[in-house]
């Protein structure tokens, strides 16, 4: 399965973005997804993972509340909807995927498929 992240750009503070994971094949529609986050000079950080089915979801600390992972397996696409940005959520968002559905999802190990990222820049 091959992953492309897209939906990143430049939003001032208190504003919205959704990314958007677009998979290569409708294998995508079996596979655990997730969001990382990586900033610039820090290590990669989970964000918010989804079952195969879209029916469980859990997030990290920094994204309860604001952001809400979501997918659609007809369209072999999974999304991240981000609200109220702050510049601290500046960074490169990567989604990933893995056939594997008895992981958390919440470890960066636990993934086989990686997109390529794409930058979220949020200005105070």
């Known amino acids: 399965v091959q992953l492309q992240a897209s939906g990143g750009g430049l939003v001032q503070a208190g504003g919205s973005l959704k990314l958007s994971c677009a998979a290569s094949?409708?294998?995508?529609?079996?596979?655990?997804m997730g969001w990382f986050r990586q900033a610039q000079g820090k290590e990669r950080e989970f964000v918010a993972t989804?079952?195969?089915?879209?029916?469980?979801?859990y997030y990290s600390d920094l994204a309860k509340g604001r952001f809400r992972i979501s997918r659609d397996n007809a369209k072999n696409t999974g999304y991240l909807q981000m609200n109220s940005l702050k510049p601290e959520d500046t960074a490169v968002y990567y989604c990933?995927?893995?056939?594997?559905?008895?992981?958390?999802?919440?470890?960066?190990?636990?993934?086989?498929?990686w997109g390529q990222g794409t930058l979220v820049t949020v200005s105070s």
């Open positions: 094949d409708r294998n995508f529609g079996t596979h655990v």
């Open positions: 989804i079952n195969w089915s879209g029916t469980a979801t």
């Open positions: 990933a995927a893995t056939p594997d559905d008895l992981v958390s999802g919440i470890r960066e190990y636990e993934y086989k498929y």
